[in-house]
């Protein structure tokens, strides 16, 4: 079965500092791993995704990933992290059944900004 | 451009009462839709899927129900509601063999 696992309950950085936010896989298969962002009372918004190609994903708001096979990881990161960056973190990865998608989530990671 | 209409946003229901939550997709045919809730500000679970009208498909046995009238709408049910059934539901879609989901703004169920 897919699953991927976030070990950190939340992460704490100042404005400014380069962010990281863990994830591990377990997959049978090539991965399909997925990075959301989920703000307080809202739906998940999609920030990148890794199929194949380059192990440096480039996504929205600055954001990126590094997929790493050996790991078995996918952290998001970034550079500079904004106070607006604060919120929750989810990674997922995909399984196919047939023509349907279904989406495995990690337990979410909390990033917190502070100025 | 593909649209996903969740409502309401927020609800209060008693214990006991009926539920019904509605999801909408526009500006797509076919698509995958799926039902989580989100306890306590955290985990996602699927409660339901579906491939196509009145195919449904249960991922945990629970007290909710999930229908599927037409193409692009997927109501999220109940008949009595309990108090453990206060959650954060999103509804989401995706394209057939699509590469990701869309969520809907999520509805945030009190049961009091």
């Known amino acids: 079965a897919q699953s991927v696992a976030q070990p950190e309950d939340q992460v704490n950085v100042a404005e400014g500092n380069p962010l990281t936010v863990k994830c591990t896989y377990s997959?049978?298969?090539?991965?399909?791993l997925f990075w959301y962002v989920q703000y307080p009372n809202r739906g998940l918004q999609f920030l990148l995704k890794?199929?194949?190609?380059?192990?440096l994903v480039k996504g929205s708001y600055g954001f990126e990933a590094e997929f790493n096979k050996s790991q078995t990881s996918f952290h998001l990161k970034k550079p500079s992290a904004l106070v607006s960056d604060s919120a929750l973190y989810f990674c997922?990865?995909?399984?196919?059944?047939?023509?349907?998608?279904?989406?495995?989530f990690g337990s979410g990671t909390k990033l917190n900004v502070k100025p | 451009s593909q649209t996903i209409h969740q409502w309401p946003a927020t609800l209060v229901q008693p214990v006991g009462s009926p539920l019904s939550l509605e999801c909408t997709v526009e500006?797509?045919?076919?698509?995958?839709l799926y039902w989580y809730r989100q306890a306590a500000g955290r985990g996602l679970q699927l409660l339901f899927y579906?491939?196509?009208?009145?195919?449904i498909s249960s991922e945990v046995p629970q007290n909710l129900s999930a229908s599927r009238p037409q193409d692009r709408q997927f109501i999220l049910s109940s008949k009595k509601l309990l108090l453990s059934d206060s959650g954060f539901y999103l509804c989401?879609?995706?394209?057939?063999?699509?590469?990701?989901?869309?969520f809907g703004s999520g509805t945030r169920l009190t049961v009091v």
């Open positions: 579906s491939i196509g009208i009145d195919q």
């Open positions: 890794y199929i194949t190609g380059d192990n």
């Open positions: 997959v049978s298969g090539n991965p399909y």
């Open positions: 997922a990865v995909r399984d196919m059944v047939g023509n349907f998608n279904k989406f495995y």
């Open positions: 989401a879609w995706s394209a057939r063999q699509g590469e990701g989901y869309t």
């Open positions: 500006g797509t045919s076919n698509p995958n």
